[in-house]
Each structure stands twice: as C-alpha cells, then as structure tokens.
C-alpha cells in the first residue's frame, strides 16, 4: 500500500498534464472534428514527457535540488529569466482555466452559474496548499481523478466500429486544412508537455524527500502516471469520434464533452465523471499554483515548500496567494476558461525549448549527477525532441494566426 501511494505524485502531475479542462475539452474537440488520426500526438508527447520527466525526478533525487533551482546556477540569470517568466506567464493562463473548470465541473453538478463558485474554488484551492500536507494533498486528488477512467468504460459501452476508429489513425478528414490540422497537433504536444509539469514533479520529489534510493519510486511515478493520463486522453477522444464525427457535430463546452460518458454509462457514470473532472482540474489548479510559487522562490533562492512551516516560506505562500487571486480575477471578467487554455497550450508549445534544454543539460552535468547522468539511448532520444521542439516553437504561434484567420 505505501509503494501504491508513491506513485500518486506522478498520477496527479500525469492528471495535471494530460486531462485539465483544457486537454478535456480539446481531445473531445480533436475526436469530433478529426477522428483518431492525431492519436499519434498523444503517444509522441506521452513518449517526451516520459522521458523529461524521469530526468527531472532522477536530478531531484540524485542531487537534491529541483531542477529549477539549477537553471539559474547552471545557465546563468539571464537565460534562467528568459525560462522563469515563460513558464510563469503560462502558469498564470493555466491556473485561469484550470479554477474555471473546476467551477464549470460544479454547475454541471449543481446548475449554479459557475462563476458563483470561482472565488469559492480559488479559496478552497489556497487553504489546501497552506494547510494540507504535500502527501495528503497528492494521494488524495491524484487518487480521486481515477473516476476519469469511466470514460474507458464509456468508449466499451457505446460499442464503436473499432475497424473505423482504427482506421482513422492513418486517415485525416478530407475537409480539414492542413493548417488547422497542424494547429490542432501542436496544441495536443502543449498540453501534454506542457512545461509547469517538470517543475512540479521535480520540486514534489524534494518536497517527499527523494534520495538515490527512491529512483525506482521516481521511474514508477513517471512511467505509470503519465501513460495512464495518455490513455484516458485517446479515451476521451475515441468517445467523441464515436459520438460527434459521423453526425459533424462541434464540441467546444464540458458539458458537451461529457455526453457520450453519459450516453455509454447513464446518470451513475456521468456522476463519476463529473465527479472525475473537478477531481482533476482541482487538481491541476493545485499543481499549477505551487509550480509558480516554486519557480520564482527557486530562482531568487528564497525558501519554499510544504515541507517547511508557512511562516518559514512566506514569500513563497505570498507567490501562490498573489497568482490565484491574479487567475481568479482573469476568469471572473467572463473570459471562457476553455479559450483561456487553448490559448495557453499553444504559448506552452512555444516555450517547449527554453523548458526541456536545462533539464537535457543538468541530467548530463556529473557535478549534479555523479555517475547518474543520462545514457546513450536517453541522450539520443531526447537530442530528437530538442529538434522536434524548436519546430513546434518556431510554427506555433504562425499556426495559430492562420487558423484563427481562416474561421
């Protein structure tokens, strides 16, 4: 049981990334405008953050220190703000989306206007950071975002043609542009890779204490929390293919992206996966909160942290305080928190670069490392996604203009 619950920091990171209220809707809409035939995206960015994600665990427990407090010491101030202030302005964007989800997952509950509950949610979301332990907060939301496995359940119960699906993994529809199909895939790599994911997840292994002991709880967190939260992504956009594509139909709401759990499952179901969604973006909302609060205190050299008393880390408290009241107030002006997260999955995709380069470097530096620097095979693979990422960076945002142009 106790080795079950170490693998829920990489369960509820793998959550964060992969099925916030942005991944949740955009799946849904990628399933109902494209079939399965970005299901690839899925896998490749499932590989990436993987494979980035296990460096930054191993450098936090080899070297004791989260990646971020190394970007500065080891590229310099200058390129560390060039990272920190990317990372924080999606951070910002992220929390955003993430609070309205969480409150949008509540009106579909209760039929009370989300935006009712948005200060309540922000509220609750900063008591949790103050006052709950890092371990009980992981193993709780982590634990509770599994009800997002209905949609699994879902997919079987509302018998597709699994020929046709897997047909569409090689077969684009005819009526989309190239464009949009490429947007729509860089989007998809943002989310799952997006960058606060590392930063949480190595600054959680300081958090529990990690030590080169621990490297084998490090690789179980990554390497089943993260393709858990691929799977249920392909789950999410099986269902809409399933439901919406052979009827054209848009999906752009949560409450739309939640049909077919409740055509396939009935009122039970969809409970469990209402009950899945705010599980998650809480959680994410959690996540991304703490990951601004670490970056900044990390990058000055304040002191941060649950691990510490709040009167100890009060800059760092203050941070997180000052960016969910910052997120709040973006989502109270009516702003719709899924286009808030569009958005924010394709600046990700931009920064992808100025992310993943540290992290590439420190877990090749035997200052840090010691003789747990990267392989062969990891140096190889990640040299490749470097390369896939600066392409991502240089076509997002001319990807975006032009689909946004064209609607």
């Not at 998809?188 to 590392?198: D, S």
């Not at 941060?304 to 100890?312: C, L, Q, S, T």
Request: glycine share 10%; proline share 4%; hydrophobic share 55%.
């Amino acid at each position: 049981m106790k080795k079950l619950f170490a693998v829920t920091l990489g369960i509820l990171t793998a959550f964060g990334g992969f099925v916030d209220i942005g991944d949740l809707v955009a799946n849904a809409l990628v399933g109902a405008r494209f079939g399965m035939s970005l299901a690839w995206v899925v896998i490749v960015g499932v590989v990436g953050i993987c494979l980035f994600a296990e460096m930054s665990g191993r450098i936090a427990a080899v070297s004791g220190r989260p990646v971020f407090d190394l970007v500065r010491e080891r590229l310099g101030p200058r390129a560390g703000l060039a990272n920190l202030g990317a990372s924080f302005f999606i951070n910002v964007l992220t929390l955003a989306a993430e609070i309205g989800g969480a409150a949008l997952a509540l009106e579909l509950a209760t039929g009370i206007n989300y935006l009712l509950w948005v200060p309540g949610v922000a509220l609750v979301a900063w008591l949790v950071m103050w006052r709950v332990k890092f371990e009980t907060m992981e193993r709780v939301f982590g634990l509770a975002g599994l009800a997002l496995v209905a949609f699994a359940v879902a997919l079987w119960q509302l018998g597709p043609d699994w020929g046709e699906l897997g047909a569409q993994l090689t077969r684009p529809p005819p009526d989309e542009g190239l464009p949009t199909y490429w947007y729509y895939a860089i989007a998809l790599l943002g989310g799952a890779m997006t960058p606060y994911e590392v930063f949480f997840f190595s600054s959680g292994g300081v958090e529990e204490r990690w030590t080169r002991r621990d490297l084998v709880t490090e690789r179980a967190n990554v390497f089943v929390g993260f393709p858990l939260g691929g799977f249920l992504s392909l789950a999410i956009a099986a269902c809409a293919a399933t439901v919406f594509l052979p009827v054209h139909a848009q999906v752009d709401t949560l409450g739309q992206m939640l049909l077919p759990a409740g055509i396939g499952l009935g009122q039970v179901g969809l409970a469990a996966v209402i009950f899945g969604v705010f599980a998650a973006t809480f959680g994410a909302t959690l996540e991304t909160a703490l990951s601004s609060g670490y970056t900044i205190s990390q990058y000055f050299g304040w002191q941060w942290g649950k691990f510490v008393r709040p009167r100890d880390a009060a800059r760092f408290h203050a941070i997180v305080l000052a960016v969910v009241i910052v997120a709040t107030a973006l989502i109270l002006t009516t702003i719709d928190p899924i286009k808030v997260t569009e958005y924010s999955l394709v600046f990700a995709a931009a920064a992808l670069p100025l992310t993943y380069l540290p992290v590439l470097m420190i877990s090749n530096d035997p200052d840090y490392m010691g003789d747990r620097v990267n392989g062969r095979f990891s140096n190889t693979l990640g040299t490749a996604y470097m390369v896939l990422l600066v392409v991502v960076a240089v076509a997002a945002i001319p990807l975006m203009i032009a689909t946004k142009a064209g609607q």
